[in-house]
């Protein structure tokens, strides 16, 4: 198959934005981890709690650092690879993403650098206060960005304007309370701290494994399991939430998730696995829990769950209201302030349709000149590709299983056991470590393979989001990635493992003369004149 | 929601206008001297404790300084979203490549002294100097391309295409207009690189960056100076023809542009602008006496005011253009037909006003903790905490 540029940009963001996620959860949940031990040491004043905050932090900095810069890079690509999409729904996407700089990146960045190199400058409740600072602005940071991504799930508080032919916002707050956002926000986060917290048991126990720094281990154990126990709990439950929220505002994605062809009597079944066949349309050798689907998606017994075919059939009625509304558009566009009201009405009457009709841009440039033929083809592409779906969705849940239980066998022995571990449970510990990122990469991929073929549901194609660039610049950016984060994920891996097999840089006496010396110094401070440190 | 109907349409198109600016010159003022640090790097340090120092003095503040870079594209995203789409498509390899410096410069920062190698740190000290010293010349690069025009237009639909092979997009951009601006941007961003290193170090490291930031003093005023000239005589401006529309729908095809002989009739319908340029050249020569003088807070403000009165010239100079196009002038980006709905624009600038002062204040917090030179003592017994 030969790569055009609409397959280019999507495989380069699908490269880079998967690859920043390799970051983000570890700094979600580290940040929070950190934080709450700095906590610990400030309450209690024992060196061994600054202790682990130092070590952890000191592999949260070394995270933290491939995060932000290839976090650049996606609030870059939209203008650079999606240049239609920037201009189309930049009124309401670009806001969040600004809001995140302005309230969220802001205070993070800021105050990160006072975190690794204010340890002698600043009282230890200061210090503290700076921690929670970065894990603040780190999960903010989150939730304007999962509010922008939410938005194209589900497009709402927003309209098209036929004079500047683009999405502009209509209400600020439906954007901001959109349901999906919010439910991905809390999934999201919470999967960032499952990830830090089964990051912090795993090497935990390769420590406990080989007997080293074993004070430092034992409490990293049971700080990450009470921290991973709950955000475990919380991730299945507000990914329940999403799927909720998606049984009416992604219906598609909800069937093809689920491989559900047809509309079943409510409640619907749950497919628990299957074979989804693309071609047959039908799910082969299904096994089916009564009742579950229904009771997930619609939370009552009488609400049916459309399938892939009803929707298939919606879609080609809303295909053929989008081409009303692109004509009326098309006389709304050509005679500005002097236009009919009945071509403003028609317009109006159809221009939520309109989206639907720019499917057939993959067809004909002018969606009028449609046949009935590429109109029904334009309808069967709204299907996105079952199978990947449905397994990777599958696969996330049962980690997302794996996970509580998991927390649940380590918070019952730090708790209950005397923080006493059985070696076989360390070892699984260790091998655990990769499973969460799986598992949110996967999440990830249901979510936006599952949007397909569009880039906003049902506003915005994504083979029209593109930008006007050659396939020659946009395969060169791709190998440059590919090369550029290859050579970056080799020197993180390598200094990340060189740290944790260092372990701790300062041991209990060393951390003790500092906490001395650390009195001494602000003792000092306070006595000398105040006017010595001028503001710049 | 009616409440941002409370302020006009034009009116929050003007203050946004002004806001661009000041995320511009904010991300100048403090970024910019990373970016002269790093360019400095391989020049004012000779040892590795020298090299140190110098990174140091950045080291718990450029993180913080980047965000105005992010938060700029974030802000041209939400409030003009088709120069967004239109300046980061269209100069794509140039973004692509600053992108690259952006991405190389933290994980430099991050990483350089976490091993002891020496082969491993210079590796990251040049790595540091072309990820600082190539953005800065690049983005003047953009700037002279930007008042020169570029080669687009805007298709019914408002699709944006770009005239020329893909190549040229890139090589073209270097005309000798546009290299000149980029050696203003690159000599500016020294000199304010070494005026930072001139208060935050000392001993060796600050005696070559005086020298070093003289020079480049000299010659950023000595550039910019050229390239008004330049403007003078060699290059054709634009303007907006027919009636003023300000308070329409963001749309460029409802507007007529024509070409004009120069950019610098602007300075006669609104001489006041010209306080502009005239700081751009005191700042940049006070500088330059500051630093022969060994002045350091005075000419790290001189500095600064230089590159307030160089970026803001810019913009005032082509008001109310933001983005022209040398090849459909009719396309051309203004302020009255490229911003976002007048909600949008609205609501971030409630948003800016919340957030703004509180950016302010706890950046000045963090500046005042880490007040103070930056010492060859404190990098070798600093332990753990120094970069």
């Given at each position: 198959m030969e790569l055009g540029i609409v397959e280019l940009s999507r495989l380069q963001f699908a490269m880079t934005a998967m690859y920043h996620f390799l970051f983000v959860p570890l700094t979600l949940g580290l940040s929070i981890l950190v934080a709450i031990m700095e906590t610990v040491y400030v309450m209690t004043n024992r060196p061994i709690w600054r202790q682990m905050t130092k070590f952890w932090g000191l592999l949260f900095g070394i995270n933290f650092a491939l995060g932000v810069a290839t976090g650049i890079t996606m609030e870059f690509q939209f203008g650079m690879n999606w240049s239609y999409y920037s201009h189309y729904v930049g009124d309401i996407f670009g806001a969040p993403l600004a809001i995140e700089g302005l309230m969220a990146f802001f205070l993070e960045a800021t105050f990160v650098g006072l975190f690794f190199f204010g340890w002698d400058k600043l009282s230890k409740v200061a210090h503290l206060t700076v921690a929670w600072l970065v894990a603040i602005g780190s999960n903010f940071s989150a939730l304007w960005i999962l509010i922008a991504n939410g938005w194209m799930q589900n497009p709402v508080g927003a309209e098209f304007n036929p004079m500047t032919m683009r999405m502009e916002m209509t209400d600020f707050f439906e954007v901001l309370f959109n349901e999906v956002a919010q439910a991905k926000f809390v999934h999201t986060v919470s999967a960032g701290y499952v990830t830090a917290s089964v990051f912090v048991i795993g090497v935990s126990a390769w420590y406990l494994l080989r007997g080293r720094h074993v004070e430092l281990a034992r409490r990293s154990v049971t700080v990450g399991a009470a921290f991973g126990l709950a955000s475990a709990l919380s991730v299945v439950l507000l990914g329940d939430e999403s799927g909720y929220s998606a049984t009416h505002s992604q219906k598609m994605k909800l069937a093809a998730i689920e491989g559900m062809w047809e509309t079943h009597d409510a409640p619907a079944p749950f497919n628990l696995i299957g074979m989804p066949d693309q071609e047959a349309r039908e799910t082969h050798y299904a096994i089916e829990i009564p009742w579950a689907m229904g009771l997930i998606g619609t939370r009552s017994l009488t609400t049916e769950i459309p399938g892939i075919n009803d929707l298939v059939a919606q879609a080609e009625q809303r295909i053929r209201s989008g081409m009303i509304a692109y004509a009326a558009l098309l006389e709304v566009r050509e005679q500005r302030d002097a236009a009919s009201p009945e071509a403003m009405a028609t317009f109006e009457e159809h221009s939520a349709d309109l989206g639907f009709a720019f499917l057939l841009r993959k067809y004909v440039d002018n969606p009028l000149d449609a046949t009935e033929e590429q109109i029904i083809a334009a309808a069967n592409d709204t299907v996105p590709t079952v199978w990947p779906l449905f397994w990777a969705f599958r696969l996330m849940v049962a980690l997302g299983f794996g996970f509580i239980g998991t927390m649940l066998y380590f918070f019952y022995r730090a708790s209950f056991k005397g923080m006493n571990f059985p070696r076989p449970a360390l070892h699984l510990a260790v091998w655990m470590i990769p499973a969460p990122w799986i598992a949110a990469e996967l999440g990830w991929f249901v979510a936006e393979f599952g949007r397909q073929p569009w880039t906003v549901d049902g506003v915005l194609p994504t083979a029209m989001s593109v930008s006007a660039l050659s396939v020659t610049e946009v395969t060169l950016t791709l190998l440059g990635f590919v090369i550029f984060y290859t050579v970056l994920f080799i020197i993180e891996m390598g200094l990340m493992l060189k740290y944790i097999r260092k372990?701790?840089?300062?041991d209990v006496e060393e951390t003790e003369a500092w906490m001395t010396r650390h009195r001494d110094i602000l003792a000092g401070r306070r006595n000398a004149d105040a006017t010595s440190m001028p503001a710049e | 929601m009616i409440l941002h109907e409370l302020m006009s349409y034009d009116l929050l198109r003007v203050i946004w206008w002004v806001l661009l600016g000041v995320l511009l010159i904010g991300f100048a003022m403090t970024d910019g001297f990373d970016m002269g640090v790093g360019a400095l790097l391989p020049f004012v340090g000779r040892s590795d404790v020298e090299r140190r120092v110098a990174i140091n003095t950045v080291g718990p503040v450029w993180e913080g300084n980047q965000v105005w870079f992010i938060l700029g594209g974030g802000a041209i995203f939400a409030a003009w979203p088709p120069l967004y789409a239109v300046s980061f498509s269209g100069f794509y390899l140039a973004m692509f490549v600053v992108l690259a410096a952006f991405i190389v410069r933290p994980v430099a920062f991050k990483y350089?002294?976490?091993?002891?190698d020496p082969r491993w740190r210079n590796g990251w000290d040049w790595a540091l100097f072309a990820s600082s010293a190539v953005p800065a010349l690049l983005f003047g690069v953009a700037v002279g391309n930007v008042i020169q025009g570029v080669p687009f237009h805007l298709t019914d639909d408002l699709h944006t295409i770009y005239e020329g092979v893909w190549y040229m997009k890139f090589i073209g951009l270097l005309d000798p207009f546009s290299i000149l601006a980029g050696v203003v941007s690159l000599a500016m961003l020294v000199m304010h690189g070494g005026a930072w290193l001139t208060l935050k170090a000392e001993g060796a490291v600050q005696r070559r960056a005086r020298a070093y930031g003289s020079v480049a003093a000299l010659v950023a005023v000595g550039a910019y100076v050229l390239a008004g000239l330049w403007l003078a005589v060699g290059i054709e401006g634009f303007r907006t023809v027919g009636d003023h529309v300000a308070n329409g729908p963001s749309n460029p095809l409802h507007f007529e542009v024509e070409r004009t002989a120069?950019?610098?009739s602007a300075y006669g319908d609104?001489?006041?602008?010209?306080v502009a340029p005239v700081m751009g050249i005191l700042g940049g020569l006070l500088t330059l006496l500051g630093l022969r003088a060994g002045r350091e807070v005075s000419t790290l403000l001189f500095s600064k005011m230089a590159i307030l009165g160089v970026i803001s010239s810019v913009g005032l100079t082509m008001f109310p253009f933001i983005m022209p196009s040398s090849?459909?002038?009719?396309s051309s980006l203004t302020v009255w037909n490229s911003s976002s709905s007048h909600l949008t624009l609205f609501i971030m600038l409630v948003m800016t006003v919340i957030f703004m002062p509180m950016i302010m204040a706890y950046t000045a917090w963090v500046y005042k903790v880490l007040w103070g030179k930056v010492t060859e003592a404190e990098i070798t017994d600093g332990g753990h905490s120094s970069y």
């Amino acid at each position: 198959m030969e790569l055009g540029i609409v397959e280019l940009s999507r495989l380069q963001f699908a490269m880079t934005a998967m690859y920043h996620f390799l970051f983000v959860p570890l700094t979600l949940g580290l940040s929070i981890l950190v934080a709450i031990m700095e906590t610990v040491y400030v309450m209690t004043n024992r060196p061994i709690w600054r202790q682990m905050t130092k070590f952890w932090g000191l592999l949260f900095g070394i995270n933290f650092a491939l995060g932000v810069a290839t976090g650049i890079t996606m609030e870059f690509q939209f203008g650079m690879n999606w240049s239609y999409y920037s201009h189309y729904v930049g009124d309401i996407f670009g806001a969040p993403l600004a809001i995140e700089g302005l309230m969220a990146f802001f205070l993070e960045a800021t105050f990160v650098g006072l975190f690794f190199f204010g340890w002698d400058k600043l009282s230890k409740v200061a210090h503290l206060t700076v921690a929670w600072l970065v894990a603040i602005g780190s999960n903010f940071s989150a939730l304007w960005i999962l509010i922008a991504n939410g938005w194209m799930q589900n497009p709402v508080g927003a309209e098209f304007n036929p004079m500047t032919m683009r999405m502009e916002m209509t209400d600020f707050f439906e954007v901001l309370f959109n349901e999906v956002a919010q439910a991905k926000f809390v999934h999201t986060v919470s999967a960032g701290y499952v990830t830090a917290s089964v990051f912090v048991i795993g090497v935990s126990a390769w420590y406990l494994l080989r007997g080293r720094h074993v004070e430092l281990a034992r409490r990293s154990v049971t700080v990450g399991a009470a921290f991973g126990l709950a955000s475990a709990l919380s991730v299945v439950l507000l990914g329940d939430e999403s799927g909720y929220s998606a049984t009416h505002s992604q219906k598609m994605k909800l069937a093809a998730i689920e491989g559900m062809w047809e509309t079943h009597d409510a409640p619907a079944p749950f497919n628990l696995i299957g074979m989804p066949d693309q071609e047959a349309r039908e799910t082969h050798y299904a096994i089916e829990i009564p009742w579950a689907m229904g009771l997930i998606g619609t939370r009552s017994l009488t609400t049916e769950i459309p399938g892939i075919n009803d929707l298939v059939a919606q879609a080609e009625q809303r295909i053929r209201s989008g081409m009303i509304a692109y004509a009326a558009l098309l006389e709304v566009r050509e005679q500005r302030d002097a236009a009919s009201p009945e071509a403003m009405a028609t317009f109006e009457e159809h221009s939520a349709d309109l989206g639907f009709a720019f499917l057939l841009r993959k067809y004909v440039d002018n969606p009028l000149d449609a046949t009935e033929e590429q109109i029904i083809a334009a309808a069967n592409d709204t299907v996105p590709t079952v199978w990947p779906l449905f397994w990777a969705f599958r696969l996330m849940v049962a980690l997302g299983f794996g996970f509580i239980g998991t927390m649940l066998y380590f918070f019952y022995r730090a708790s209950f056991k005397g923080m006493n571990f059985p070696r076989p449970a360390l070892h699984l510990a260790v091998w655990m470590i990769p499973a969460p990122w799986i598992a949110a990469e996967l999440g990830w991929f249901v979510a936006e393979f599952g949007r397909q073929p569009w880039t906003v549901d049902g506003v915005l194609p994504t083979a029209m989001s593109v930008s006007a660039l050659s396939v020659t610049e946009v395969t060169l950016t791709l190998l440059g990635f590919v090369i550029f984060y290859t050579v970056l994920f080799i020197i993180e891996m390598g200094l990340m493992l060189k740290y944790i097999r260092k372990g701790p840089f300062e041991d209990v006496e060393e951390t003790e003369a500092w906490m001395t010396r650390h009195r001494d110094i602000l003792a000092g401070r306070r006595n000398a004149d105040a006017t010595s440190m001028p503001a710049e | 929601m009616i409440l941002h109907e409370l302020m006009s349409y034009d009116l929050l198109r003007v203050i946004w206008w002004v806001l661009l600016g000041v995320l511009l010159i904010g991300f100048a003022m403090t970024d910019g001297f990373d970016m002269g640090v790093g360019a400095l790097l391989p020049f004012v340090g000779r040892s590795d404790v020298e090299r140190r120092v110098a990174i140091n003095t950045v080291g718990p503040v450029w993180e913080g300084n980047q965000v105005w870079f992010i938060l700029g594209g974030g802000a041209i995203f939400a409030a003009w979203p088709p120069l967004y789409a239109v300046s980061f498509s269209g100069f794509y390899l140039a973004m692509f490549v600053v992108l690259a410096a952006f991405i190389v410069r933290p994980v430099a920062f991050k990483y350089r002294s976490k091993r002891e190698d020496p082969r491993w740190r210079n590796g990251w000290d040049w790595a540091l100097f072309a990820s600082s010293a190539v953005p800065a010349l690049l983005f003047g690069v953009a700037v002279g391309n930007v008042i020169q025009g570029v080669p687009f237009h805007l298709t019914d639909d408002l699709h944006t295409i770009y005239e020329g092979v893909w190549y040229m997009k890139f090589i073209g951009l270097l005309d000798p207009f546009s290299i000149l601006a980029g050696v203003v941007s690159l000599a500016m961003l020294v000199m304010h690189g070494g005026a930072w290193l001139t208060l935050k170090a000392e001993g060796a490291v600050q005696r070559r960056a005086r020298a070093y930031g003289s020079v480049a003093a000299l010659v950023a005023v000595g550039a910019y100076v050229l390239a008004g000239l330049w403007l003078a005589v060699g290059i054709e401006g634009f303007r907006t023809v027919g009636d003023h529309v300000a308070n329409g729908p963001s749309n460029p095809l409802h507007f007529e542009v024509e070409r004009t002989a120069s950019w610098l009739s602007a300075y006669g319908d609104r001489p006041w602008i010209a306080v502009a340029p005239v700081m751009g050249i005191l700042g940049g020569l006070l500088t330059l006496l500051g630093l022969r003088a060994g002045r350091e807070v005075s000419t790290l403000l001189f500095s600064k005011m230089a590159i307030l009165g160089v970026i803001s010239s810019v913009g005032l100079t082509m008001f109310p253009f933001i983005m022209p196009s040398s090849s459909d002038p009719q396309s051309s980006l203004t302020v009255w037909n490229s911003s976002s709905s007048h909600l949008t624009l609205f609501i971030m600038l409630v948003m800016t006003v919340i957030f703004m002062p509180m950016i302010m204040a706890y950046t000045a917090w963090v500046y005042k903790v880490l007040w103070g030179k930056v010492t060859e003592a404190e990098i070798t017994d600093g332990g753990h905490s120094s970069y």
